[in-house]
């Protein structure tokens, strides 16, 4: 099969790779779309580069079942399905508690296994046990569902920051999460506010239904939103970007009682400095998020099958696996909000 194999920093080539079989319990997909995430881009410009090289990365992916395995009975070859990447146990403290984002024996596609930046995919049996393998019907295109991935990541933070009707959402950084962040925040009836540095991106949130948008180079953003909060601030404050710097100025800006989430990753070796009497008097839930549980998964496609959460303005560009270069130096450089590679 083709692939975009990962051999190490700035090093991706565009070549033939051993097709995947299936094994008792598992399934192959033929991958119809993969999405571009920014981890993918970090990983490839060598942010975390897995230990065993070469590989494939991609997690976001949809297709048709090629092959089942042994004892796979819900599937047949041709059923189209949107997929979980994260394989778990099912059975460890984590697991048991619903949080299977944070399994102590996860790994996954892209992480421990080949990705969906290829033809093919193998889908180990501990994703196909969680349920992990959704069927999505004829008439959901592949470029729609395949956002079902990112979105439930989204879904994930919101509900750590238990956000609801009328609540104020500050979203730092109006990005592909970010405008994911915005579209399920209206969705659940809240007053969002989005900051970004690009006028593009800003106008973008804007049309998105954003109720404010501010750039912090042409007015001071931490009096702008205390002004639009009655002095209050958010209840809750999302870091959509892994900058501790933007994220430390920016714990001001939640209220009292409030969530600050820290949902992009930052990088390894740095910190944060938060006044403890500041998280104890005004009881401040300082947390982050990472990926999403089966649940998350599960309610995201859902919302995107019936038409309750828009996405197909999120993907702004497409590209092949014989463009996937281009692919990679658009989003380092920030030329696009959402990639996909179609097969």
């Keep these: ?4 194999v990962v051999y190490g920093k700035d090093d991706i080539r565009i070549e033939e790779y051993p097709t995947p079989t299936a094994s008792a319990g598992e399934v ?8 571009i995430c920014a981890t993918d881009i970090k990983t490839l410009l060598g942010q975390g580069l897995p230990k065993d090289l070469p590989t ?5 992916v949809v297709g048709e079942i090629f092959e089942i395995g042994e004892g796979v009975t819900a599937y047949q070859p041709g059923d189209r399905v949107a997929v979980y990447p994260i394989a778990v146990c099912g059975q460890c403290y984590y697991c048991r508690q619903g949080r299977h984002n944070l399994c102590e024996h996860e790994f996954g596609l892209a992480h421990g296994i080949e990705g969906g930046f290829a033809e093919y995919v193998r889908l180990p049996k501990e994703i196909v046990n969680i349920g992990g393998v959704i069927k999505i019907p004829d008439d959901v295109p592949f470029d729609k569902a395949v956002l079902s991935e990112p979105l439930s990541c989204a879904m994930a933070s919101l509900s750590t920051c238990k956000v609801g009707p009328d ?4 979203i730092l950084g109006a990005g592909p999460m970010g405008l994911m962040h915005l579209k399920l925040a209206k969705w659940m009836g809240a007053v969002v506010i989005v900051v970004d540095l690009l006028e593009n991106r800003l106008a973008i949130a804007k049309d998105m239904g954003a109720d404010h948008c501010i750039n912090p180079t042409q007015t001071n953003h931490i009096e ?3 002004k639009l909060t009655d002095k209050k601030g958010a209840q809750a404050v999302i870091a ?3 900058i501790p710097s933007v994220i430390e100025e920016n714990l001001q800006l939640t209220r009292k009682g409030g969530t600050f989430n820290i949902f992009g ?4 070796g740095h910190t944060i400095s938060v006044d403890p009497r500041w998280l104890h008097y005004c009881e401040i839930n300082l947390t982050g998020t990472f990926a999403a549980s089966p649940s998350d998964f599960k309610k995201s496609l859902e919302l995107i099958i019936n038409n309750e959460i828009t996405v197909d303005d999120l993907v702004t560009d497409r590209f092949t696996l014989d463009t996937f270069l281009e692919a990679v130096e658009c989003a380092k450089n920030q030329q696009m909000i959402r990639g996909i590679v179609e097969f």
């Design 1 to 4: 099969m083709k692939a975009a």
């Design 265 to 268: 990753g930052p990088p390894a």
């Design 28 to 35: 192959i997909v033929k991958t119809k779309v993969s999405g």
């Design 240 to 242: 959509s970007l892994g």
């Design 167 to 170: 609540q104020v959402v500050v």
């Design 224 to 226: 702008e939103i205390m």
């Design 56 to 60: 494939i990365l991609g997690h976001e």
